[in-house]
């Protein structure tokens, strides 16, 4: 993992990691550093690299990086008041379609070639047509306020996790084990690509391969950054710590311990997916700066990424699924019964909920835990970001 083009001046990265709705995280995290950040303040973030919904962050913030805190703002308002519709089809009619194509197409043959999942995300297509101006991503280049913003999508012929990135001229495309840089012009479907989870939403052709959810087999998340120029990166992820149980009710609940629900084991799957390759990558990169101090600057081989990379993360101080699991209640009638079969609607199988709430009420808790948990490390953030004011206090209240 080495920065294309090595400088004396530190170039900060922005990593959004994937997530489905757990990405209104990301946004009440980014509020903070808008307010941290002076009145009129440029764009702190040249390198922008999101995966899967952080993908759809990412653009959304690239299209204005010209105007950084009115950017954060437009991001903010359209998760304050997202609805489950805005993203896939929730309706009856909607629903039941989609599953009747799901059944036929996977069960019996039907279909032909058209990709098909449980979901239909057409209304999500529509939503970022609607909400980005992607022209905005050629001016801030042009404008030197953005050096590339780039997103990873999995091409499921090539088996490569490939990030298309569009930028400046001057970054040379790359081609790692099963990682490739695509220099590019972004568009809604490379957003739509990155983020479709897999079975969840129907994957999306790009030229000549199919491509589904970026997260799928990358084992590298911040290596985009870094190829792109970063030199130290802030990662914003999803996780959330689990929830610690007393010793007597997490003994009681092995004694009745009963068969993992579809619910459940969807949920350990898109964790892995999402969240344990961009933990092992930050892993990964501190053991690397720990062995970069041991040698020499003059002693270090040249393209062995040992050059040492600043990594600030936050992710989520609470566990997005307990979260997820006291919203169930605002999905549709008709998803509750969706869901209720596979799960996903107790408590056991909040994990996967927690990826398809896209309701007001859960964005906006998410909003303000992200706020809330960026502002406890207000000190670290504005030495990171070299500011030298605080002007806005701890726990000031989100505004959109």
């Known amino acids: 993992?080495?920065?294309?083009?090595?400088?004396?001046?530190?170039?900060?990265?922005?990593?959004?990691?994937g997530g489905g709705a757990r990405a209104a995280y990301q946004v009440g995290v980014?509020?903070?550093?808008?307010?941290?950040?002076?009145?009129?303040?440029?764009?702190?973030?040249?390198?922008?690299?999101?995966?899967?919904?952080?993908?759809?962050?990412?653009?959304?913030?690239a299209c204005g990086a010209l105007h950084f805190g009115e950017a954060i703002r437009r991001?903010?308002?359209?998760?304050?008041?997202?609805?489950?519709?805005?993203?896939?089809?929730?309706?009856?009619?909607?629903?039941?379609?989609?599953?009747?194509?799901?059944?036929?197409?996977?069960?019996l043959g039907l279909g032909g070639d058209v990709p098909v999942a449980l979901l239909d995300s057409a209304p999500l297509r529509e939503l970022l047509q609607r909400e980005l101006d992607l022209s905005g991503i050629a001016a801030s280049v042009r404008q030197r306020q953005?050096?590339?913003?780039?997103?990873?999508?999995?091409?499921?012929?090539?088996?490569?996790?490939?990030?298309?990135?569009?930028?400046?001229?001057?970054?040379?495309?790359?081609?790692?084990?099963?990682?490739?840089?695509?220099?590019?012009?972004?568009?809604?479907?490379h957003l739509l690509a990155s983020s479709a989870i897999p079975l969840l939403f129907p994957s999306v052709k790009i030229?000549?391969?199919?491509?589904?959810?970026?997260?799928?087999?990358?084992?590298?998340?911040?290596?985009?950054?870094?190829?792109?120029?970063?030199?130290?990166?802030?990662?914003?992820?999803?996780?959330?710590?689990?929830?610690?149980?007393?010793?007597?009710?997490?003994?009681?609940?092995?004694l009745a311990a009963k068969p993992p629900s579809l619910a459940q084991i969807g949920g350990h799957l898109l964790n892995s997916t999402f969240i344990d390759s961009l933990e092992g990558d930050i892993e990964l990169l501190e053991r690397l700066n720990?062995?970069?101090?041991?040698?020499?600057?003059?002693?270090?081989?040249?393209g062995l990424g040992l050059n040492p990379v600043e990594v600030l993360v936050i992710s989520p101080s609470q566990p997005l699924d307990v979260i997820?699991?006291?919203?169930?209640?605002?999905?549709?009638?008709?998803?509750r019964l969706f869901l209720r079969g596979p799960g996903a609607t107790k408590a056991s199988g909040a994990g996967v909920l927690s990826y398809l709430l896209f309701e007001a009420g859960y964005?906006?808790?998410?909003?303000?835990?992200?706020?809330?948990d960026a502002m406890t490390q207000k000190v670290a953030l504005s030495d990171f970001l070299g500011l030298t004011s605080q002007p806005v206090e701890q726990g000031q209240p989100i505004t959109a």
């Open 1 to 17: 993992m080495t920065p294309s083009t090595p400088s004396s001046e530190p170039v900060t990265g922005l990593i959004l990691s």
């Open 30 to 61: 980014l509020a903070a550093i808008a307010d941290l950040l002076p009145d009129a303040a440029q764009n702190p973030f040249p390198v922008i690299v999101g995966t899967s919904a952080g993908a759809i962050n990412a653009v959304g913030l």
């Open 75 to 107: 991001l903010t308002k359209v998760w304050q008041g997202f609805h489950t519709a805005q993203v896939y089809r929730s309706d009856w009619p909607g629903v039941l379609r989609q599953a009747s194509r799901f059944v036929g197409h996977s069960l």
């Open 146 to 189: 953005l050096r590339a913003v780039a997103v990873t999508a999995f091409g499921y012929e090539s088996g490569h996790a490939v990030t298309f990135y569009q930028g400046r001229a001057t970054i040379d495309p790359w081609m790692r084990h099963r990682r490739v840089g695509v220099p590019t012009r972004l568009t809604v479907d």
């Open 207 to 254: 030229n000549r391969e199919y491509f589904g959810d970026g997260a799928v087999r990358q084992s590298a998340p911040i290596s985009p950054a870094l190829h792109l120029g970063a030199t130290r990166v802030l990662v914003i992820g999803v996780g959330g710590e689990p929830q610690a149980e007393p010793e007597g009710v997490a003994s009681a609940k092995a």
């Open 290 to 302: 720990l062995m970069s101090k041991l040698i020499p600057p003059e002693q270090r081989p040249r």
């Open 324 to 335: 997820a699991a006291r919203h169930r209640h605002e999905l549709s009638a008709v998803l």
């Open 363 to 372: 964005c906006n808790e998410l909003i303000e835990l992200g706020y809330q």
